[in-house]
């Protein structure tokens, strides 16, 4: 959608989960419509988080972590560009 000074702003639309990942910037995750689990990997713990319609996951730097679409979901990711 729009790259703000390397900050990108991307609109997806999704019915399978990413894969996990690190991030080497800051996320911010917001579900437009739908619901999602996130799911996050911190000092060999698991934990995750049903995300419903107008929540917003903000994901720092370093935490292993994969969104899980239940269903179809529109989500808008800003992070850094070129982050993975």
Known sequence: MANMRGITTRLHWTDA?????VNDGEEVF??????????????????SVVLETGDVFFASAGP????????EARVLVVETEGSV
């Open 17 to 21: 989960p990413y894969h996990w990942h």
């Open 30 to 47: 917001a579900v437009l419509d739908g619901r999602v689990e996130m799911c996050v990997k911190e000092n060999g713990h698991e934990r």
């Open 64 to 71: 292993e972590h994969v969104a899980r679409p239940i269903g």
